[in-house]
């Protein structure tokens, strides 16, 4: 009895956290794949490859602008709670996403006049729609990533869905408003974006107002926040470029009906599995936040290198099973999710889903160094990874059309686990 009542409030409170993340991640996923079966019918491959184009445009500002700052406020939280400074931590946030706003601003102007003088005036649309509807989700991103790692989980999870569903939804209507085109699918992505920032905005205001009267002290926090942050920026560039070689790659070999097809077969296999790696990452990092603080406890250390291992033999069994389902199954999924125009790719899934997989657990293992605050000891393993991948990828396509693409993923992947495995055993010891 006496150990029921010390081990019940905690093992209640992480079965009630785990249960909405849960919630969370498996609303992305089932929102992306009917965002998926809902615009297959209304654009077929090539209309789907210029779109999956204009969004690595979009990944562009989530990856090196935006996403370092999301990182960052997720890693600084619960310091900042220790030290009871959290006002002056989200006010240095707000501070930094507004001069990374700055930054997207120029750029996308830049961008827009550039291909406009050039006559190439679909692209300069399609470029600043994408850079309008990443600065929305990013600013999402952020604010999720302090609600997540202040334990808010339930906030988290209304909010992934809320967007996964209103990009359906406003999608849809401007379909229907303005006809079928990646400049007009990107605008309802952007909609859905804004409402759902309206949310995300009044709780992290109620949020603020709890430790309102705490002192305001900026300039350190931004100061740390950068020192923790700026590697993501490096390797993000490095990691755009591997992400969107496979759809530029297969533009530039072959046609925007291949990237279509690609983009397709990725979407109902790569980002499921990271999506559900992402569901892990996101209830096991604050975790191992609130359990290391600032790195310097030995038997912290070791609770977390503990944790991480058995994290992923689960998440092994996982990548496992779905690859065997993918393996048995891929003509029924491509028959039930996508129109028939996509069909001839579903003997891609396989391959895409153990991509999605060993890249899912290699992110694992990244989560640990930032736990320990080693952030700047990714950069090896995540810069060369993308390069190997990059140039997988142009091989790849050059030589076996879409299926050197898939294959891509997989090198990248892979890579990208024995680099950071190598790096992991090189700065950590126990794993």
């Not at 533009?251 to 599995?273: I, K, N, R, W």
């Not at 393996?327 to 790719?345: K, P, T």
């Not at 993923?409 to 090189?426: D, E, N, P, T």
């Amino acid at each position: 009895m006496k150990i029921y009542k010390a081990i019940s409030p905690r093992f209640f409170r992480l079965f009630k956290e785990s249960g909405w993340v849960f919630v969370g991640q498996v609303s992305s996923i089932a929102g992306a794949i009917i965002l998926v079966m809902i615009l297959t019918p209304r654009l077929n491959p090539s209309q789907y490859g210029l779109l999956a184009i204009g969004m690595t445009f979009a990944n562009l500002i989530i990856q090196v602008v935006m996403g370092p700052l999301s990182s960052g406020a997720g890693r600084f939280y619960s310091i900042a709670e220790r030290k009871k400074d959290l006002i002056g931590y989200l006010y240095a946030i707000k501070k930094m996403v507004a001069y990374a706003t700055y930054i997207i601003i120029v750029v996308g102007i830049l961008l827009f006049f550039w291909l406009s003088s050039i006559e190439e005036s679909q692209w300069a649309w399609l470029v600043i729609s994408a850079f309008v509807f990443a600065a929305l989700s990013a600013y999402n991103s952020i604010i999720n990533s302090i609600h997540n790692a202040a334990r808010k989980r339930e906030i988290v999870a209304l909010h992934i869905s809320l967007e996964s569903w209103l990009k359906i939804i406003f999608a849809l209507v401007t379909i229907t408003l303005f006809g079928v085109s990646g400049v007009v699918v990107i605008a309802g992505y952007t909609i859905a974006a804004l409402c759902t920032l309206a949310s995300q905005s009044i709780f992290l205001h109620r949020l603020a107002l709890k430790h309102k009267g705490n002192r305001i002290n900026i300039d350190p926090w931004i100061k740390k926040i950068w020192i923790y942050s700026w590697p993501f920026a490096i390797w993000g560039i490095f990691g755009w470029l591997q992400q969107s070689s496979t759809r530029w790659a297969l533009e530039f070999f072959e046609d925007s009906h291949e990237v279509g097809l690609f983009a397709v077969v990725t979407q109902l296999g790569y980002m499921p599995m990271v999506i559900l790696a992402s569901m892990m990452t996101t209830f096991i990092s604050p975790i191992f936040f609130s359990m290391i603080g600032g790195a310097t406890d030995k038997n912290s250390k070791e609770n977390v290198i503990n944790l991480v291992r058995k994290t992923v033999y689960f998440g092994f069994l996982i990548i496992a099973c779905a690859v065997a389902i993918s393996s048995f199954s891929h003509e029924y999924i491509f028959q039930l999710f996508v129109n028939e125009d996509y069909w001839m790719a579903s003997h891609f899934l396989p391959y895409v889903v153990l991509a999605g997989g060993v890249f899912s657990i290699a992110q694992l293992y990244a989560s640990k160094m930032m736990a320990f605050m080693l952030t700047d000891k990714l950069m090896f393993a995540s810069i060369g990874s993308s390069i190997i991948g990059i140039f997988s990828a142009y091989l790849g396509v050059y030589f076996y059309s879409t299926f050197g693409a898939v294959l891509s993923l997989l090198v990248h992947a892979i890579s990208y686990y024995l680099l950071l495995l190598l790096s992991v055993k090189r700065h950590i010891r126990g794993i």
